[in-house]
Nanobody, 126 residues
């Protein structure tokens, strides 16, 4: 089992940047696929980005490609989301999620992640 704690959210103007962190407990962080999801006001929780356990690739939703960068530091049991060129539509509660290593892909599938953090609020003003 793994416990996740997000940090780094806040209020930023459009065009600004934020870096979110997700700290994980446990000694097997490197064996987990990690993902970021977000839930905007009145919206469903949606996939943002994923960093699989094997480190071979990263995945993004189209709306953040070229602006957000997901990374992980297995030595620190921490995942990051660097968010640049933020837009008001990026306003949401951002959640990190984890699942045991998978070879089936579908990193965007919310239901495939059993472990979730409590979320951190990101607000982008226009």
């Amino acid at each position: 089992q793994v416990q996740l704690v997000e940090s780094g959210g806040g209020l930023v103007q459009a065009g600004g940047s934020l870096r979110l962190s997700c700290a994980a407990s446990g000694r097997t962080f490197s064996s987990y696929d990690m993902g970021w999801f977000r839930q905007g006001p009145g919206k469903e929780r949606e996939f943002v980005a994923a960093a699989p356990w094997n480190g071979l690739s990263t995945y993004y939703v189209d709306s953040v490609k070229g602006r957000f960068t997901i990374s992980r530091d297995n030595a620190k049991n921490t995942m990051y989301l660097q968010m640049d060129s933020l837009k008001p539509e990026d306003t949401a509660v951002y959640y990190c999620a984890a699942r045991w290593m998978s070879f089936g892909g579908n990193y965007y599938l919310r239901s495939s992640y059993p472990y979730w953090g409590q979320g951190t609020q990101v607000t982008v003003s226009s």
